[in-house]
């Protein structure tokens, strides 16, 4: 059974230009999470959604906007992009919302490493 | 921002001995989570601790939790030079639907 699948692997954009990521959650896992990864740093938290619905969304600008489809996959957008959006973008997955005691257990993908120059 | 902070950020020891993290966390919380992240790849998790447990065990990993201190511990015993990577607890607070992560241990295990 296939893991986290995301693309695309890499990606150079110009400031000011949008981009759009793609992620595939494991078979049966209904929640998406993205994260985002500056390099040396650990990952900080962009959005959640649990069938179909955001059920979370960090602290980052309405720059940032995502969505989930009814197969679960999901996309995370970034308009107008600065050179602050640089960094390794990661998809996770997982079979709940992560509200039980013990569970929100997240698999995550390879990541999208978004290079903006 | 970050949840905590980890100790020590950068650990490098000899293959065969064991190798201790630390995380430290601000708020209350419902579990305490463990990753590993190779090379800026996807993060692995590894090992899984209730906030109402004291100690864990999975193979060669050992993790501890005091609520009290709001602090976590992980050893991994006996390295091997496959065990270099970067290590990230991550917290769950109760109610919360996110992972906070802290900021990580690189660890390099020499041959």
């Known amino acids: 059974d296939a893991g986290v699948t995301q693309s695309p692997t890499h990606l150079i954009k110009t400031r000011g230009q949008h981009v759009t990521l793609r992620c595939s959650p494991i078979s049966g896992h209904k929640s998406v999470s993205w994260y985002q990864q500056v390099l040396g740093q650990g990952p900080q938290f962009i959005f959640q959604y649990y069938e179909k619905e955001e059920r979370g969304r960090g602290n980052f600008p309405d720059r940032f906007s995502a969505r989930q489809f009814p197969n679960y996959s999901s996309e995370l957008n970034v308009n107008a992009l600065l050179l602050g959006d640089s960094a390794l973008y990661l998809c996770?997955?997982?079979?709940?919302?992560?509200?039980?005691?013990?569970?929100?257990?997240?698999?995550f993908g390879a990541g999208s490493r978004l290079t903006v120059l | 921002s970050q949840q905590g902070e980890e100790d020590p950020q950068a650990l490098s020891i000899q293959e065969g001995e064991n190798a201790t993290m630390n995380c430290s966390y601000k708020?209350?919380?419902?579990?305490l989570q463990w990753y590993r992240q190779n090379s800026g790849r996807g993060l692995v998790h590894l090992i899984l601790?209730?906030?109402?447990?004291r100690e864990k065990h999975s193979g060669r990993l050992r993790v501890t939790l005091d609520t009290s201190k709001k602090s976590s511990s992980l050893l991994i015993t006996a390295s091997r030079a496959a065990d270099t990577a970067s290590y990230f607890c991550?917290?769950?607070?109760?109610?919360?639907?996110?992972?906070?992560f802290g900021q990580g241990t690189r660890l390099t295990i020499n041959p």
């Open positions: 996770a997955s997982a079979d709940r919302t992560g509200t039980s005691s013990g569970a929100n257990v997240l698999t």
């Open positions: 601790i209730r906030s109402n447990e």
């Open positions: 991550a917290t769950r607070d109760q109610g919360a639907q996110k992972l906070v």
């Open positions: 708020t209350s919380i419902n579990n």
